[in-house]
């Protein structure tokens, strides 16, 4: 397949499509068909749902969310699509009960930060994307929910501020390899996540990053809030991806000396496996 083939075809998929053709790479592979703990899930979902409108979806039991209708993809991919990914959100809800300051890096249409502020309390978050497409989603929900707890921020989060040059896929605003399509060149105001903590008075107990491999630089230019504030940190590793920005993983796990490292589902990583990882991984990263 030719450059600009494949660079059109990245952008007409969905992150979801792309994300799960990437799971091939990694310790699971894909199911040729739904497994018995998916087809629990969608039951369980549309149980949870019998009852919602048209404009909500109920994620958990007690967590229910209006949404703008091009994110209902999305959302189900937390709820009963994708089992990982299921596993990754109630990893979250199960691991911050007790916290009240999320930064959620790469918030896309904001399931995360909605999540988390939704169940209202102290609860405050910061959520982030540098796609103007999913900015526009992102804003939406956060107005359709009434939610004066979460603070939109459209801008890249990078190791130094400036100018990042960047590109679609689906909704993404992607930092890594454009496959020499220049067509597809965002130009997105960057600052480090420090400036931006300090920019708010923010000091998150949380980090959500979803970066599709740029979180090497982002940890970076989020050194001395995580070193200050020791936030548990929800990171989704691209290794692949990593590669192509020319990062170093070492860098970024020097950041997180004293923390531990989990799967969603509790299994333990050591810090040295990171290195041998060829797909994406969902881990949390503990104090």
């Known amino acids: 397949m030719n450059k600009g083939r494949k660079s059109m075809l990245k952008q007409v998929t969905p992150p979801i499509l792309i994300s799960v053709a990437k799971s091939l790479l990694g310790r699971t592979p894909k199911p040729q068909k739904p497994t018995a703990e998916a087809l629990q899930l969608k039951k369980e979902h549309e149980l949870r749902n019998r009852d919602a409108a048209e404009d909500e979806i109920v994620m958990r039991d007690g967590i229910s969310l209006k949404l703008h209708p091009e994110s209902r993809d999305a959302f189900a991919h937390f709820c009963h699509i994708s089992p990982a990914m299921v596993a990754e959100l109630n990893s979250f809800i199960e691991n911050t009960g007790d916290k009240t300051r999320l930064l959620d890096i790469g918030a896309l249409h904001g399931i995360f930060s909605l999540v988390f502020a939704i169940r209202g309390g102290e609860r405050k978050a910061v959520a982030v994307d540098a796609s103007p497409l999913a900015f526009a989603r992102l804003l939406y929900n956060i107005h359709k929910n009434g939610l004066t707890n979460v603070t939109p921020v459209e801008c890249a989060i990078s190791d130094a501020p400036g100018i990042l040059r960047m590109h679609y896929e689906w909704e ?14 965002l130009k997105i105001i960057k600052k480090t996540g420090d400036a931006l903590c300090e920019e708010l008075g923010f000091k998150p107990d949380v980090i959500k990053i979803d970066v599709e491999g740029h979180e090497v630089k982002v940890v970076k230019g989020l050194a001395r809030h995580i070193r200050a504030c020791k936030p548990l940190v929800f990171l989704e590793f691209h290794p692949l991806r990593i590669k192509e920005e020319q990062d170093s993983v070492a860098d970024l796990l020097e950041v997180f000396s004293g923390y531990s490292a989990f799967l969603t589902d509790g299994t333990p990583v050591r810090f040295e496996e990171f290195a041998g990882f060829t797909g994406d991984q969902r881990v949390v990263l503990k104090p």
Request: glycine residues 8%.
């Open 172 to 185: 993404h605003a992607v930092a890594a390899s454009n496959d020499g399509a220049s067509q597809n060149v």
